[in-house]
């Protein structure tokens, strides 16, 4: 006879027997091996372990075991909450890695007309870009276009206010 998932999952809970985590692995390795595969800047393995662990994590924090598919669905909410925070995790990454690409893109000034004045602040501007991370070069490089806080902020997906937080510490 074929055990039910919350016998399984009470099972697990009560006796941290291994076997029974990974009866309930295989079980929901379909939703597992389907969220994997769209959280594409993690490698598919890694994904994989990812959402693994928040199935386990789901395991250690249910209180009811009495309902079948209370358990299914605290465990598929607890697995796409996971994906949903590392594929938001993943865009913010893409976005902040294109924006800088666009920095570095731009960074280089055209060098035909260049006055000595002009040579010193770019010097200084690159030195002082060093120390500073990918977001912190944006905002000054999207200042230094004239920009406003609430303009960077929709370009960079932070408020306002967090753009202003950061200029004033930049500056």
Excluded: W
């Excluded at 590392?86 to 976005?95: A, I, P, V």
């Excluded at 000595?116 to 991370?133: Q, R, W």
């Amino acid at each position: 006879m074929e055990k039910t998932i919350s016998s399984l999952v009470e099972s697990y809970v009560n006796s941290k027997e291994e076997h029974y985590f990974e009866e309930l692995l295989d079980m929901f390795r379909p939703l597992i091996t389907s969220y994997a595969r769209k959280l594409y800047y993690l490698e598919y393995e890694d994904s994989v372990q990812e959402l693994s662990i928040a199935l386990y994590e789901a395991l250690l924090t249910m209180k009811d075991f009495s309902n079948e598919y209370a358990c299914i669905s605290y465990i598929q909410r607890s697995v796409i909450n996971r994906f949903t925070k590392l594929y938001r995790k993943s865009k913010e990454t893409q976005q902040s890695q294109s924006i800088c690409t666009t920095i570095d893109e731009n960074k280089d000034l055209e060098s035909n007309n260049l006055k000595a004045d002009d040579c010193i602040f770019k010097i200084d501007l690159e030195n002082f870009l060093k120390g500073k991370s990918c977001l912190e070069q944006t905002i000054i490089f999207l200042i230094f276009q004239g920009y406003s806080d609430k303009e960077i902020g929709t370009i960079t997906g932070y408020t306002p206010q967090y753009i202003n937080r950061l200029k004033k510490q930049i500056l």
